[in-house]
Structures are given as C-alpha cells and as structure tokens.
C-alpha cells in the first residue's frame, strides 16, 4: 500500500469529480487497505458514467437547431467531458496498484470488471 502523501495526491486529484463524502472517507480512513478498495471501486464506478457537464451538454446540443453552429458546439462540450472523464478513469485504474496492497490488487481488477453473463 502507498505512503499517506501519494494518497493525498490521488484523493485530491479526484475530489473535484467526486462526493464529499467520498473524499471524507478517502481521507478519514486512509490507513484501512479494505476501505480503500471499495473507495476506488465506488469512484470507478462513479466516473464510469456521464457526469453533470456531460449531461447537459448532451441535452442541449440534442435541444438545439440540427446542424447549428450551437449544436456543435455543445457537442464539442460533450466529447471534452467524455475525454477528461475517460482519462480520469484511466488514471485510477492505473493507479490502483499503487494504492492497494498486493493481495487486494486481483480484488479491484475483478470488481471492475463487467459481470460475465452465464
């Protein structure tokens, strides 16, 4: 598991794009490698769906004039999200190695994962 000053960098780097709460937890039970793996697990799961911005830039490029110069540009808004968001996700996955123990390492990898249909 990581020293507590790469963590701090990790959960500051997300808090913008996470709850409070979540930070609160990030930072109040830092030392518990258990917690830890769900809090990367929850924050996964989190930015692995469209966030506000990219919501309602969706919608309002989908309520603006087809093919207008508005339209394209909250598109232009939306792919921006998606990236900075994708690129967020990136980040914590590669990261999570460092900031888990090595036997809770398999753990995150198989909770990502999307379930295998049976």
Do not use: C
């Not at 409070?20 to 799961?45: F, K, M, S």
């Not at 093919?67 to 394209?72: I, L, M, R, V, Y």
């Amino acid at each position: 598991m990581t020293n507590p000053e790469t963590w701090e960098f990790f959960v500051v780097r997300l808090e913008p794009h996470l709850s409070p709460e979540w930070t609160r937890y990030a930072r109040e039970h830092a030392g518990q490698g258990w917690i830890r793996l769900i809090l990367l697990v929850d924050a996964h799961n989190q930015l692995s769906n469209p966030r506000v911005a990219e919501k309602v830039a969706m919608t309002m490029a989908d309520l603006a004039v087809g093919g207008s110069d508005e339209a394209a540009g909250w598109n232009e808004l939306t792919e921006k999200a998606r990236d900075e968001r994708i690129d967020l996700v990136a980040y914590l996955v590669d990261a999570a190695p460092q900031m888990l123990s090595e036997e809770l390492v398999p753990l995150f990898g198989r909770s990502i994962e999307p379930a295998s249909v049976l």
